[in-house]
């Protein structure tokens, strides 16, 4: 969570960190805060405040000169949400200044032992050490650089830093440890971001910082050092898009944007990888490891919120096709229990961000124990998608609103994809490979026709969004839609729900079910289709209000529900792909219509970058 972004370069610096905070605002958006140094006048420009960007630029000076400049948007850990606790963070004689991601977890060892040497802090945040500790370094007689390089030793967490030194304004420093961190450079300009959205302000050219390294960056060029002082090389990579792709075009908000892009998110994670001829899934980087992923007997799919749900619905398909035991974990609980793992467990990391630090503390926890790891990730070149030994890119393209949409499709149908690649080599036959396939192909097309109904959905939200309470029940692949549901009406609309799987209703919840608690029932016509509608009469005899999303051409739960939804007929197993895009749809509504401000969510960040 925050992000932070810095640019050394011959252009005025100051707008471009302001474009690059925009586009980062997503992982947090409590603060924001910038600093810009102009090197004619040796002036330094620090603004920060709590508040969005949008109302921050209509005070700043964003004409301020100067060809380096630092930025942060914040989502508060420690501290409450005010100016003082904003970044850049300072030192006590106001040279040295800092922006973080991150936590710094003896921060407040740190600043005792620094209160009582005379430091005098304002902040309550664990960031506000840092400059104080290099000041102290340097007081100590250590020159700037290893004074920075003594602090990283001395702080523990997670933490990408930027940090600014008066007396060396040539010089812009980044480091990162547990927490993402990208220089951009087309060798004349540097930039420094959180992830490669703001980097492509200026090129596509990024080098991946490792844990552990620390880029000093001028005009004429950058040194990577580790902590200990080596010389170190980072991964060079192109960014797939450009900054033009983290607009919303036409639309009100990125998240209604993003769930009209789940059919063109789809193509492009199906495209080249069906091999309708074989039945096979073409993935690329999963060849190499195709005799170990023969050996597999057990599949461990770890996640955190909405692609957790992602992989609840891979475990009904797993089992049922590929025919191999698998489990779904939280990444937030998997290395808190003791799961038994061996070189035969697949382990495999679901993540849109490819940043979440409980997910990637679970991947440490899996390769510890000899896990075969593997990644389905969307943002290229994340820490996840580095930490795995291999994995499948979801190709969903930037996602910038808080509630994860479109990354949740790709994932399934990545999840649909990999399942293949196992099931093939098991026990399923070229006819069920090739059918699957065959269907994968028409849903798009399908999701599309979904979509088509967003103004009857639109005027069903509305109709709703007076009820203070929700159910969302589904059975089978319908449960984990049903928690998908659920946690978006939270997320977007504030509003309380509950997910469970409609069976479970009758050992318990329905004693709350009355005319004001309406449910949201997943009931296509699929192998549970009977048993679900049970289940709604039971919640009809109580009075309730239900929603059923079922099968186009069924008209029988016309006369049962208050109202339908339908979605196109398509295989059980690909079911929650369309099922899941109304629901998308009825959350955003509502929260709409409630007026919240569905893109940036109170009380959250897109990355979720601390355990
Ligand atoms: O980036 P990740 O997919 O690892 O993020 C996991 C969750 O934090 C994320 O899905 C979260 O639950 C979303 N806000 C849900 O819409």
Redesign the pocket.
Known sequence: MCGIVGYIGPKRALPIVIDGLKRLEYRGYDSIGVLAYDQEKKEIYLEKQPGRVQEFIKTAQLDKKGGLAIGHTRWATHGLVTRENSHPHGDCQKKIFVVHNGIIENFQELKDALLKKGHVFVSQTDTEVVPHLIEERQKQGLPYREAIMQTLKDVRGSFALLIFNKEEPDLLVGTRFSSPLILGTNDQEFIFASDPTPIGLVTKNVLYLNDGDVAFVSEKGYELKSFLSEKVEAKRGVIDFTAGEADKGNFPDFMLKEIFEEPLALENTLRGRLLINEGKAKLGGLEPLEPRLREVNRVILV??????YAALAAEYFFEEYAEIPTEVDL?SEFRYRKPIIDNQTLFVA???????AD?LAAIKEAKTKGALTLGIV?VVGST?ARQVGAGIYSHAGPELA????K??TTQIADLVLLMLFLARERKMSLVAGQEIMNELRKLPEKMRSVLLQADKIKALAEKYSVYKNFFYLGRKYGFPMALEGS??LK?CAYIHSEAYPSGEMKHGPIAIVDEDFPSIVLAPQDSVYEKVVSNIQEIKARKGKVIAVTTAGNQDLEKLVDDVIYIPQTLELLTPLLAIVPLHLFAYYLAKKLGRDVDRPRN?A???TVE
């Open positions: 996640a955190c919120g909405t692609a957790s990444g679901i993540s849109q961000s490819g940043e979440t997910t969307n996840i808080v509630a994860s949409t990354a949740f946690l978006k997320e959250l897109k990355s979720v």
